[in-house]
T-cell receptor
Framework: KAGVTQTPRYLIKTRGQQVTLSCSPISGHRSVSWYQQTPGQGLQFLFEYFSETQRNKGNFPGRFSGRQFSNSRSEMNVSTLELGDSALYLC?????????????FGSGTRLTVV | QKEVEQNSGPLSVPEGAIASLNCTYSDRGSQSFFWYRQYSGKSPELIMFIYSNGDKEDGRFTAQLNKASQYVSLLIRDSQPSDSATYLCAGGVWDYKLSFGAGTTVTVRA
C-alpha cells in the first residue's frame, strides 16, 4: 500500500514569489491535513481538507491556502513568499476527519525562501 | 499557553535503560493522544496511540494516560541506539486537529 506522497521534496523560491505543493494521501483516505514545521515553532497546523471541503483551519495568514480534489489529492499554495515561510511542509493523511485516528505523514517538502 | 507541552530535554540514556518522556495538555476536551518518532531529516512516524486512562503496551513502548491530571507519558524500555530520535506528543479533540508538543530529543548512548 503506497504511503503519502508529497512533491516536490525540495524547493528554493525567491521572496515575493508563490509556490504550490502537492500531496497524494494513502489510497482510500479522504482527509488531508497540512502542517508547517520549523525549529522554533515546531509543528503548526495549517488546515484540513475532507471530501474536498476545508474542515479546520489554523492561525496562518490568508497567503496560505489549499484545496482538495475529488480523488483526495490536495494542494497547498503560498503566495507572496516571505523569508519566514522557510520550513518543512508536511502533509498528513487520515481515513477519517480530524484527530481521531492519528495521521500518516508524507516525507515533506522542504521550502527555502531566499 | 501551548496546547501540548513536553519536557524539553534533551534526554540522554545508556543503552538498555528506560527512557521516560512526559507531556501535559491544556484542553480537557482532548480525547485522543499519540506519540510520534521523528528521526533527523525525516517525517514523523506514529508509534503509539492511547484513548483511555491507564497504560497501553506495544513491544518495548508503554504509553500512559491520566485524563484527570491531563498527563501523557511514554516509556521506552531496553533503549537501543536506534531509538535515538525526537519524540513528539500530540493530542486532539474529536473531529478537530492534532496539536503537537515541541518534542523531546532522546539520545541512547552505546
Amino acid at each position: 500500500k503506497a504511503g503519502v506522497t508529497q512533491t516536490p521534496r525540495y524547493l528554493i523560491k525567491t521572496r515575493g514569489q508563490q509556490v504550490t505543493l502537492s500531496c497524494s494521501p494513502i489510497s482510500g483516505h479522504r482527509s488531508v491535513s497540512w502542517y508547517q514545521q520549523t525549529p522554533g515553532q515546531g509543528l503548526q497546523f495549517l488546515f484540513e481538507y475532507f471530501s474536498e471541503t476545508q474542515r479546520n483551519k489554523g492561525n496562518f495568514p490568508g497567503r496560505f491556502s489549499g484545496r482538495q480534489f475529488s480523488n483526495s489529492r490536495s494542494e497547498m499554495n503560498v503566495s507572496t513568499l516571505e523569508l519566514g515561510d522557510s520550513a518543512l511542509y508536511l502533509c498528513a493523511s487520515s481515513s477519517r476527519q480530524g484527530a481521531n485516528y492519528g495521521y500518516t505523514f508524507g516525507s515533506g517538502t522542504r521550502l527555502t525562501v531566499v | 499557553q501551548k496546547e501540548v507541552e513536553q519536557n524539553s530535554g534533551p534526554l540522554s540514556v545508556p543503552e538498555g535503560a528506560i527512557a521516560s518522556l512526559n507531556c501535559t495538555y491544556s484542553d480537557r476536551g482532548s480525547q485522543s493522544f499519540f506519540w510520534y518518532r521523528q528521526y533527523s531529516g525525516k517525517s514523523p512516524e506514529l508509534i503509539m496511540f492511547i484513548y483511555s486512562n491507564g497504560d497501553k503496551e506495544d513491544g518495548r513502548f508503554t504509553a500512559q494516560l491520566n485524563k484527570a491530571s491531563q498527563y501523557v507519558s511514554l516509556l521506552i524500555r531496553d533503549s537501543q541506539p536506534s531509538d535515538s530520535a525526537t519524540y513528539l506528543c500530540a493530542g486532539g479533540v474529536w473531529d478537530y486537529k492534532l496539536s503537537f508538543g515541541a518534542g523531546t530529543t532522546v539520545t541512547v548512548r552505546a
